[in-house]
Every structure is written in C-alpha cells, then in structure tokens.
C-alpha cells in the first residue's frame, strides 16, 4: 500500500491533537505511523484470560477508522482474535516472530499464575509463553486491567491464580521495559498513543503503577461536569435522578483516567454522560475487593 508524507502527517496531526501534544511532535508522530504502515514496527499481540474487550475498543478507532488502523498502520504479527490464521498457522506465526524478535508486545488479559492450565495457546500454557514472548520484546505493554493489575478475572477466590503481566514479569526474575494501560475496556486513543511514542519518542513518563502519566494523571471527578453539583451537595440517590452520582458509589474520585476529556464510541459518550457512575475500571484495585460495591443502590426505592 503507497503512501504519501502527507497521509502520515495528516493523520499524525489528527492523533497529535487527540493526544493533547504540542504541534513540535507532529514530524515524529509521522515518523511512528510511517515506521508501523511498512512493517518497521511490528506488534505480537497475544491474549490471556480475557473477553476481548481491549481488541473489540481498539476496532472502535476513528481517524484513522478501524480497518485503516489494522491494514495500514498495525503490523500485526499476530492477534488472536483479528488474524485469519488459526492452528499450526498460528502457532508457527507466533514462533517465527518470538525467533525473529525486536517487537512491541501487547498483552490483552490476565495471567494464571497458579492454574496454568486455564489458560493455554496450542500446548503451551499462557504463563510459559508470555515469558518466552517478553524475552524477545523491545517493549511490553499491558492493555487493560486485567493484563495491568488482574481485573476481573483476579477477583475473589480467584482459583487460577490470575495476575496482571508485571507481577508475572517478576515472579520469573524478568525485567523488562513495561506500560500499563488499564480500562475496562482501554481506550483506542491509549493503545495506539503508547505505541507511536514508544516507536519515536521512547518511553513515556509513567506514574507509580507504569501508566503514562498523559492519560493518568488526573482524577476523573476533578474533571467530572457533575463537580460543581458535588460542590453543593446535589446527589442522586436512585437511578435516573439529577445530582452528582457519589451517593451511588462513583470512584471518579478515586480513579485517574482521562475518560471526560476523550469520550468513547467516537467521543460520544462516557459513562457519567450516560447517567451511570465511574466504577473505577483504571484503577489497580478494579474489582479486587467483594466489599467495594460496582453501584450502590437505595433498595427501599427499588420497587
């Protein structure tokens, strides 16, 4: 597929202005893309326990939509849910780009540190092959909570043993350049963001739990519309009354993400537009404790 400098500029600008950059790193950003558009800058994407969801909202870009992002700028080596190969085909995909080496390995979903059998790719177990995977990275990142910190699927009893990719990384002794980029799901905008500032610029300026501080830098409720309602007091109680959403549980102020300033589905919406609380999905803690309720609710007006 040709290409201009003027496609890789115009597109750079547009995730340069997503990103919230200074227009001095447009050339750079160019340079990402083009490097990712001729196969500079592979990508083996590899999967644990998950529901995909990561992949599902990567499909969810827009500028570039979401079949320009994957046949033009991802060179995939391979991806469980998006390549065609399935099989030996894919399990000797995933062994020539180990053996080849010098990618950026992105991890979708948690690892099962105690059961390893529940989570395996053609005979290997999961935990195997990611270490095998990292080994030959030039970085890993960890998208999603659940690839960050556990998730959901390290929830209580969590009988597998379920961890996000760093605690894997140091349970074997492995160091290696490592970002966290959690979400239920991460946002497109993150994903790809990371990946063009790794190939050009480095690695990004990471808080205390490896995330880029550009996205996770801020708590959700200093940047929430409903604040000046949490100002004065106005809280909702049930569902679809006015007032901020404390009341019924919001972690938007506990949770660091920049989701009020981005927008979802194309910078429609997020989910205290929509009328729902921040259950906290970026947070390490995500669905860790039984005794921290997603929603709370007043039963007695219920029914």
């Known amino acids: 597929m040709k290409m ?64 320009d992002l994957i046949t033009r700028y991802l060179s995939l080596y391979f991806h469980q849910t998006l390549s065609a190969a399935t099989g030996p ?95 239920c799901p991460a946002h497109p905008a993150w994903i790809v963001g990371t990946l063009m500032q790794v190939l050009k610029v480095g690695m990004p300026d990471l808080d205390a739990h490896l995330r880029p501080k550009i996205f996770y830098d801020h708590l959700l409720h200093e940047q929430c519309p409903l604040f000046a309602l949490y100002q004065k007091k106005h809280f909702a109680e049930n569902l679809g009354e006015e007032g901020c959403l404390f009341k019924m549980g919001c972690q938007g102020v506990i949770t660091q993400a920049d989701c009020s300033l981005r927008g979802w589905n194309g910078g429609v919406s997020w989910c205290i537009r929509g009328r729902s609380n921040c259950i906290g999905c970026a947070r390490p803690e995500f669905a860790l404790d039984p005794r921290f309720a997603f929603f709370r609710l007043n039963e007695e007006n219920l029914f």
Do not use: H
Not at 19 to 41: C, H, I, S, T
Not at 134 to 160: D, E
């Open 4 to 67: 201009t400098r003027r496609t890789f500029l115009k597109d750079a600008g547009i995730f340069v202005a997503a990103l919230g950059l200074e227009p001095v790193w447009l050339p750079k950003m160019a340079d990402a893309l083009e490097d990712m558009a001729y196969g500079r800058a592979p990508i083996l994407w590899l999967q644990g326990l998950s529901c995909s969801g990561c992949s599902v909202s990567l499909l969810n870009s827009e500028s570039p939509g979401p079949a």
């Open 89 to 183: 085909a894919a399990k000797d995909a995933v062994e020539r780009a180990i053996a080849k080496g010098g990618y950026i390995l992105v991890v979708e979903g948690a690892v099962p540190l105690t059961l390893k059998e529940a989570c395996k790719f053609a005979d290997e177990n999961f935990a195997d092959q990611l270490l095998r995977a990292a080994r030959s990275a030039q970085a890993v990142v960890s998208t999603g909570t659940c690839a960050a910190f556990g998730g959901i699927p390290a929830a209580p009893p969590n009988l597998t043993g379920a961890a996000g990719v760093d605690a894997a990384l140091k349970q074997a002794g492995l160091r290696r350049p490592l970002i966290n980029l959690p979400g």
